[in-house]
């Protein structure tokens, strides 16, 4: 549709025109590269910054646990668990939640209440993640701290198996309530997706389930989820992906200490928020260099997150297009 | 037997139901908790002074108005930056790329970009101008929030001009229209309504971003209006407030978090306005 139609033209404007046209495209297609140089660049200029990192630790800087400025001693294994952890208790709430609210605004909402309701959940993943810190270090820790902590270290703490995750100090600052803030913040982006996916689903598909007489419980669970599977692990994954990224909301509540503990309510660290606290003061060459290392080591793990969520999300559009 | 399936299976929908109504309620129970939290925080530093006086020394009287207006300039120069990149992407990916396997490859790599964590471009541009200036710049800040920006309009323009049916193309084309103009005088016309909400979308986005900020723009306790300077900043400043012991500096970051919410969110509800009317028109 794009090119052949120059042919049609008259000579004279037509060929000002096509040359008008030649560089009008180039423009367009030089802002197009632009996108592309943008991620590489992100890429590379980590890489290339934490080279003095990676040459002098090798291996250790991702399996030492000692981050230490003054020693020069810098490993990144405590960031890094510090962000998998957040992230995994975040989707462990968010996934349960985000599925209730998508099911509630495809299924169980009248129509005229689905739009604005829709629209105040997206209106929560809007919100600076600065305020969720603020929120999560002044309202929702001093109220785990009082309330519900010493319940769970009391309770979950004398557990077999998992007893060591609840025990500790009821500060109300650590890895759980990070993991907690950062659900809030992952509910409303996977609801979002899950929402839109539901609403692929060919309403035959669903009619003829209705028709053979299922409740809407059946027909989400037994027809919608396995129709949009792919889809839905999709929007987890971006979920996810927001979530290993998240930087000042964990940096406010997380506690940002480069302790070993196993206990979620003991403070921790993640790559984020170790960045966030440490890169505009660190004047040492090796630590910003530690630090520019922690950022490649983030965009190495969002990167095959996001991939992996986009191919899936992708997957859903192509079949419905072919549909 | 049977009854009893029957009953099982309705009591299975019914709690099924009522738990999606109950996590719906959470949801938007979380947002009204968030946003009367910044009210109710932010109300007794609020008055004139919030928007007339710059920030303070700690325990002093003071406002937010260096910290707004410099938010304000670099966030005009980030979109200023992103905001034709990325109407300029978006129109080669809606009306040059098509079926083309690049054009998949930039669409995927600009939503990789989308929701790639802004601390990891923050850093990218540290690198890029703070490290090679030699210094924090309101400049190098807007760099990093036009960053941020590109993707969101890229993605909008790109889905809104792609909504503009094939006819008004080739009815322009047919009157002998070179596909520039057709492009810049018909089509984003035709798109105006999207195209504006994706730049919406795009400024309500990077108004409240502070981790790339942290390490280009930083922030200034004084009045400066150089790009090539360190710039104050309100999502900075609230992190500064925030975390600081001192109360009257809390009360300003609380009252700093209230405009910025309140401003945040009444962008994002404009933009999806304009949205669903601009999609009721098209269906």
Known sequence: MSTPLAAVESPAPGLRGSRMDRAFALAMAAAAAIVMLALAGAAASMLWGGREAFETFGWAFFTGDTWDPGARIFGALVAIAGTLTTAAI???????????????LTEVAPPWLRTPVGMAIELL??????????WGLFVLAPLLGEHVYPWLNDHAGALPWIGTLFQGPPLGIGK???????????VPFTASVMREVFLTVPSRLKESAYALGCTRWEVVWD??????RGAVIGGIFLGLGRALGETMAVTFVIGNAYSVSVSLLDPGTSIASAIANEFAEAIDPLHRSSLLGLGFVLFLITFVVLVASRLMLRQLRRREGSA | M?????RYRGFKNALAMSLAVLAAVLGLAVLGWILWTTLSRGLSAFSLALFTEATPPPEMPGGLANAFVGSALICLMAIAIGAPLGIAAGTWLAEYSRGSRLGEVVRFVNDILLSAPSIVLGLFVYALVVATTGGFSAFAGALALALIALPVVVRTTDDM???????????ALSLGLPQWKVTVQILYRSAMGGIVTGVLLALARIS???????????SSQYWNF??????????????????????SWQALAWAGAFVLTLFVLLLGIAARLILLRNRIQHD
């Open chain 2, 2 to 6: 049977n009854m009893g399936l029957q």
């Open chain 1, 90 to 104: 975040a989707l462990v709430i968010a996934v349960p939640i985000s599925f209730g609210i998508a099911l509630f």
């Open chain 1, 223 to 228: 027809i919608v989820l396995p129709y949009t």
């Open chain 2, 226 to 247: 150089d790009p090539t300077q360190p710039m104050a900043n309100v999502p900075v400043v609230i992190f500064q407030y925030a975390a600081s012991p001192y109360e």
């Open chain 1, 176 to 186: 759980l309530t990070a993991g907690l803030v950062l659900a809030v913040m992952v």
């Open chain 1, 125 to 134: 993943a809007g919100i600076p993640s600065i305020i969720y810190g603020m």
């Open chain 2, 161 to 171: 001009l792609r909504l503009v049916p094939a006819q008004m193309r080739e009815a």
């Open chain 2, 208 to 218: 409240g971003e502070t981790a790339p900020l942290l390490f280009t723009a930083f």
